[in-house]
Nanobody, 115 residues
Framework: QVQLVESGGGLVQPGGSLRLSCAAS????????MAWYRQAPGKQRDLVAS???????NYADSVKGRFTISRDNAKNTLYLQMNSLRSEDTAVYYC?????????WGEGTQVTVSS
């Protein structure tokens, strides 16, 4: 089973940018379909963006045009470039990996958008 470690979160002003990374280990990263989820306080965990092992991407309507998901299979790393950040993007962001019926999660990284 793959192990996932997120990084890159922090405090940013509205309109700013952050790039999240998710380092994978323990399995063959390129086999996995990957995704970013987020969970704000008191809310459910929601899908932000996903990328298949073939490179097809999908985005939540709320982040389309602002966020970009990508993967580097040579580095075993998933990325989320977040631009034009808004206060409503504040949440813990989680990396997710799926292979057949096996799902793995990272511990999450906090993103806070505030002036």
């Amino acid at each position: 089973q793959v192990q996932l470690v997120e990084s890159g979160g922090g405090l940013v002003q509205p309109g700013g940018s952050l790039r999240l990374s998710c380092a994978a280990s323990g399995s063959i990263f390129s086999f996995y379909n990957m995704a970013w989820y987020r969970q704000a306080p008191g809310k459910q965990r929601d899908l932000v963006a996903s990328i298949t092992r073939g490179g097809s991407t999908n985005y939540a309507d709320s982040v389309k045009g602002r966020f970009t998901i990508s993967r580097d299979n040579a580095k075993n790393t998933l990325y989320l470039q977040m631009n034009s950040l808004r206060s409503e993007d504040t949440a813990v962001y989680y990396c997710n990996a799926v292979l057949d019926y096996i799902t793995s999660w990272g511990e999450g990284t906090q993103v806070t958008v505030s002036s």
